[in-house]
């Protein structure tokens, strides 16, 4: 299959992405998770951790979070709102080339600090975390079969909406 990673997806069209190859060294092409780092790698989602390491058996950042929700937003083609502006008490924490992806989903309402104005950028995502960021970045997506389900959201319990 061609790789057409020059342009989003349509309709969300995966299966056209040549994701059957990997460059990262630590990811065996007998793991299960091979072909889905292999497409996020080629769909410019995920870059690894240097060194030609993807590090698939450690914990994720917060910062890292983010960028990977970057990286897809653009690989999508989503030009993300500015629902709110600020900054973080600890951006100065927040590594250099994470900065730019960490302000944009903040600024999307995509993500959040921890509390206090913080982000925690070395901190550890919990699935709690990435399923909250999902959620946010989903009611995000204006197009794509996830645009119309986005009120079904509040089926899941949330009885304030």
């Known amino acids: 299959m061609e790789n057409e990673n020059s342009s989003a997806p349509n309709n969300y069209q995966f299966s056209t992405l040549n994701s059957s190859f990997t460059a990262f060294e630590d990811v065996s092409p007998s793991a299960w998770y091979?072909?889905?780092?292999?497409?996020?790698?080629?769909?410019?989602?995920?870059?690894?951790?240097?060194?030609?390491?993807?590090?698939?058996?450690?914990?994720?950042?917060?910062?890292?979070?983010?960028?990977?929700?970057?990286?897809?937003?653009?690989?999508?083609?989503?030009?993300?709102?500015?629902?709110?502006?600020?900054?973080?008490?600890?951006?100065?924490?927040?590594?250099?080339?994470?900065?730019?992806?960490?302000?944009?989903?903040?600024?999307?309402?995509?993500?959040?600090?921890?509390?206090?104005?913080?982000?925690?950028?070395?901190?550890?995502g919990t699935r709690a975390e990435v399923a909250t960021m999902l959620r946010n970045f989903m009611e995000t997506v204006p197009f794509g079969p996830f645009a119309a389900a986005t009120d079904d959201f509040a089926i899941l319990g949330d009885e304030d909406e």
């Open 34 to 124: 091979y072909n889905a780092v292999a497409w996020a790698e080629a769909s410019g989602v995920v870059y690894g951790v240097g060194n030609g390491q993807f590090a698939p058996g450690n914990n994720i950042t917060r910062e890292q979070m983010a960028v990977i929700f970057f990286n897809y937003a653009n690989f999508i083609g989503l030009e993300l709102p500015t629902i709110s502006t600020g900054t973080f008490a600890d951006e100065g924490q927040i590594s250099g080339w994470a900065l730019q992806p960490v302000s944009a989903m903040f600024e999307a309402g995509i993500i959040s600090g921890v509390g206090n104005n913080h982000f925690n950028p070395q901190g550890q």
